[in-house]
């Protein structure tokens, strides 16, 4: 590998705001490595909502920093540590540390996910927050409260994230109803839901118009009454009152993203209609050591390598482009993983 530079391509954020907040800077320092940590140069950096969140200021953190928090792409340089882990110079690596929109990345070898002959980088990339996050909704946010052959309502299931969650939700033996806007029913009907739910769009946003069909209507008849024992929910405002009201008895509302702006606080005697549960789950909580990280990923790339999960990497944009790939997330126009390629 060549000698890393001291300066390098960057999408840097000096302060909250709009997607014009994110600012190119082609010369921003690269970070130095501390033992135990690699450095990625990166072929892809995933964008996720979660990133518009940071850059708004809805998540806080100190300014400036280096937007993305998703990347893949080849080990540049080690440290002893990271050589001990058993990381080498020019193995093709995907993570999760904040700031991957950027030509490299320190990354501690612990964050690295090892990605086989036969996956591609772009498809790699799409591991460490989406799918890792698909992956711990459907198999542990809900806590045991759904059962195989049960009930289980996903919202936006045209995009992103929740791709992943229906089809791993079906691979674990639940009963799936999805919601989709009519622009992406396409992709929705590939992803095996026993039920879809098809929606009007709403122009220029993220999520669907989710008054254009009686939800609850809907999921109560197709359920004979009974609701959905979990719904995974990372539309936020606009669902937080059809999702409660879907749930069956003792069921569980995993409220994951905030798609069309934050849950608002509501009485815990809200729930109290069919006894219900509610989470506010995080990724970080669910992969809380190097075991926990790597038998998801193993999973989610036997998946992959068995063709049982099928990504859908939708659009790329260069570095150059960031206000353009946030733009693009963010009016709802992406059909699954959007990624910049550094």
Not at 46 to 58: E, P
Not at 171 to 183: A, D, E, F, H, N
């Given at each position: 590998?060549?000698?890393?530079?001291?300066t390098m391509k960057a999408v840097v954020v000096h302060e909250p705001g709009a997607s014009d907040a994110l600012i190119v800077e082609e010369k921003w320092p690269t970070p130095k490595l501390q033992d135990g940590q690699v450095m990625v140069k990166n072929e892809?950096?995933?964008?996720?909502?979660?990133?518009?969140?940071?850059?708004?200021?809805?998540?806080?953190?100190?300014f400036p920093f280096v937007g993305g928090q998703e990347g893949g792409g080849v080990v540049a340089e080690t440290t002893p540590k990271a050589e001990a882990d058993g990381v080498?110079?020019?193995?093709?690596?995907?993570?999760?540390?904040?700031?991957?929109?950027?030509?490299?990345?320190?990354?501690?070898?612990?964050?690295?996910?090892p990605v086989p002959e036969g996956v591609g980088l772009d498809v790699a990339t799409c591991l460490p927050v989406q799918s890792l996050t698909a992956h711990y909704l459907v198999t542990d946010a809900h806590a045991g409260l759904i059962k195989e052959g049960e009930w289980m309502l996903i919202h936006g299931v045209g995009g992103g994230t929740c791709q992943w969650a229906a089809t791993m939700a079906k691979?674990?033996?639940?009963?799936?109803?999805?919601?989709?806007?009519?622009?992406k029913a396409d992709v929705a009907e590939t992803l095996g839901c026993d039920?879809?739910?098809?929606?009007?769009?709403?122009?220029?946003?993220?999520?669907?118009d989710y008054e254009s069909?009686?939800?609850?209507?809907?999921?109560?008849?197709?359920?004979?009454?009974?609701?959905?024992?979990?719904?995974?929910?990372?539309?936020?405002?606009?669902?937080?009152d059809i999702s409660i009201d879907s749930l069956a008895r003792r069921g569980i509302f995993v409220s994951f993203g905030n798609a069309s702006g934050a849950v608002p606080a509501f009485p815990v005697l809200r729930l109290i209609g069919k006894s219900g549960f509610v989470t506010r789950p995080k990724l970080l909580d669910y992969t809380v050591d190097r075991a926990e990280l790597v038998s998801r990923a193993d999973e989610i790339m036997g998946?992959?390598?068995?063709g049982k999960l099928n990504v859908q990497v939708d659009k790329e944009f260069g570095l150059d482009q960031a206000s353009d790939g946030h733009d693009y997330l963010e009016a709802g126009k992406s059909k699954g993983k959007v990624l910049y390629k550094c």
């Open positions: 590998m060549s000698a890393i530079p001291n892809y950096a995933g964008i996720n909502f979660i990133d518009t969140y940071h850059r708004k200021g809805l998540y806080p953190r100190d080498k110079v020019g193995d093709r690596v995907a993570y999760s540390v904040f700031g991957s929109y950027a030509e490299y990345t320190a990354v501690p070898s612990g964050k690295l996910l691979l674990r033996g639940y009963k799936v109803i999805g919601t989709c806007s009519k622009g039920e879809l739910i098809v929606l009007d769009e709403v122009e220029g946003k993220s999520f669907e069909v009686d939800i609850v209507a809907k999921v109560m008849e197709i359920t004979g009454g009974v609701g959905c024992k979990a719904v995974i929910d990372g539309i936020g405002l606009s669902t937080v998946w992959l390598k068995e």
